[in-house]
C-alpha cells in the first residue's frame, strides 16, 4: 500500500533562517506531488505541484522553492524565512495521469517562525 | 482568477439535524469535486468523491453537483458531536496541461449535543 512520509511534524524557526521540509512517497510510482500551506483559519493554499523529476510549477511568488531530486521525494526549502511563512504545511501525492483522483495528504508540518 | 468559494461559517447545528455544506466554483471546466473533513492540527482526509451531475450517497453523507450552477454541496444526516470539524471543498481545475487541486478555505461545522 502506499504511504507518504513528511517531516517534521513541528518546527520553530528564528526570522531569516533557512527551512527545508522533506517528504518521501513509497508504494508507488511516477506520483503527482504537491505542497500546500494553509495559514490559521484559512484554507489550503497550493505552493508548488510537480508532475515528474525536476519538473516544479509554482503557483505563488514568494520567498520559497521546491525541488524533486527523486521521483519520489519533494522537498520545500526557503533560504530566509519570513514570519509571513508561519502555517501547516501540508505535502500531498496524487496518481499521474488520473485527473479525478483525490489527494493523499502527509500528517502535516506546523511551522511557526518567531 | 480560479476560484473555489465556501462560507467559513461557523454553521451550527443540534446533534440528530441535517447540516448542509455549500461551495460554488469558478471555472466552468473544472472536474472532479471533492470534499474534505480536517480536525484541528491535523490533515484533511477525503469525506467523499463526486464527478457528474446529481446526488451521490455515502452512509450519513451525500454529495451534490449542479455543474450548470457551478455548485456542489454536502449534507450530513444525524450530524453527531464528532463531525464538529472543517469541511473542505476542492476542485480540480485546469492549469497547463494538468487539473491542479483547489481548495476553499473551508467551512466549520459545531454540532452540539
Known amino acids: 500500500s502506499q504511504t507518504i512520509h513528511q517531516w517534521p511534524a513541528t518546527l520553530v524557526q528564528p526570522v531569516g533562517s533557512p527551512l527545508s521540509l522533506e517528504c518521501t512517497v513509497e508504494?508507488?510510482?511516477?506520483?503527482?506531488l504537491y505542497w500546500y500551506r494553509q495559514a490559521a483559519g484559512r484554507g489550503l493554499q497550493l505552493l508548488f505541484y510537480?508532475?515528474?523529476?525536476?519538473?516544479i510549477s509554482s503557483e505563488v511568488p514568494q520567498n520559497l522553492s521546491a525541488s524533486r531530486p527523486q521521483d519520489r521525494q519533494f522537498i520545500l526549502s526557503s533560504k530566509k524565512l519570513l514570519l509571513s511563512d508561519s502555517g501547516f504545511y501540508l505535502c500531498?501525492?496524487?496518481?499521474?495521469?488520473?485527473?479525478?483522483?483525490?489527494?493523499?495528504f502527509g500528517s502535516g508540518t506546523q511551522l511557526s517562525v518567531l | 482568477q480560479k476560484e473555489v468559494e465556501q462560507n467559513s461559517g461557523p454553521l451550527s447545528v443540534p446533534e440528530g439535524a441535517i447540516a448542509s455544506l455549500n461551495c460554488t466554483y469558478s471555472?466552468?471546466?473544472?472536474?472532479?469535486f471533492f470534499w474534505y473533513r480536517q480536525y484541528s492540527g491535523k490533515s484533511p482526509e477525503l469525506i467523499m468523491s463526486?464527478?457528474?451531475?446529481g446526488d451521490k450517497e455515502d452512509g450519513r453523507f451525500t454529495a451534490q453537483l449542479n455543474k450548470a450552477s457551478q455548485y456542489v454541496s454536502l449534507l450530513i444526516r444525524d450530524s453527531q458531536p464528532s463531525d464538529s470539524a472543517t469541511y473542505l471543498c476542492?476542485?480540480?481545475?485546469?492549469?497547463?496541461?494538468?487539473?491542479?487541486?483547489?481548495f476553499g478555505r473551508g467551512t466549520s461545522l459545531i454540532v452540539h449535543p
Open positions: 510537480s508532475v515528474g523529476i525536476g519538473q
Open positions: 471555472d466552468r471546466v473544472s472536474q472532479s
Open positions: 476542492a476542485v480540480r481545475v485546469p492549469s497547463g496541461g494538468s487539473y491542479i487541486p483547489t
Open positions: 508504494g508507488t510510482s511516477n506520483p503527482n
Open positions: 500531498a501525492w496524487s496518481p499521474r495521469q488520473a485527473f479525478n483522483e483525490k489527494l493523499f
Open positions: 463526486i464527478y457528474s451531475n
